[in-house]
Structure formats: C-alpha cells, structure tokens
C-alpha cells in the first residue's frame, strides 16, 4: 500500500474576522487586520500537528476558514 503524501492545510481563526473573508474575500480580510485591531489567529496543520494541537487553537475563537499557504504567510506578517 502506497502512502500519500501529507498535504499541509492553512486556517485562519476568529468570527470577525472570518466574517470578513466569507462574505468579502481573504484578500479584503487581510487588508482589514492590517488596519484595524482585528485579533486573529492563523494555524498550518502539518504532518507533526496532532488533533488535540488544532482543537487548542480553534478553541475561543468562535470560526475558522481555509486559507492557502500565501494567505497564511501574509496574515502572518501582520
């Protein structure tokens, strides 16, 4: 049996803004957090992450939405 390859995910955590990028887009939402005091929070789900690691950091923030990685890196750079 073949193993498949791991495929990294990227998650960006919190209702505001989340909200943002579901109703305006990911690129708007990163334009906002970089202006306004948006708390957010971004997660890459890896090959050594563990469920209990991801149920932490969603845990309080009340949404979450997929990211890509460039997304990630530029939230990240906030």
Do not use: H
């Not at 929070?41 to 950091?57: A, F, M, N």
């Amino acid at each position: 049996m073949a193993n498949k390859k791991f495929k990294k995910q990227f998650f960006l955590f919190g209702g505001e803004i989340c909200g943002i990028a579901e109703n305006y887009g990911v690129a708007n939402a990163i334009e906002r957090a970089k202006l306004d005091s948006i708390q957010f929070q971004v997660y890459c789900w890896d090959e050594k992450s563990t469920p209990i690691e991801l149920l932490g950091r969603v845990n309080g923030w009340e949404d979450f939405v997929s990211i890509t990685e460039e997304q990630y890196n530029e939230f990240e750079a906030i």
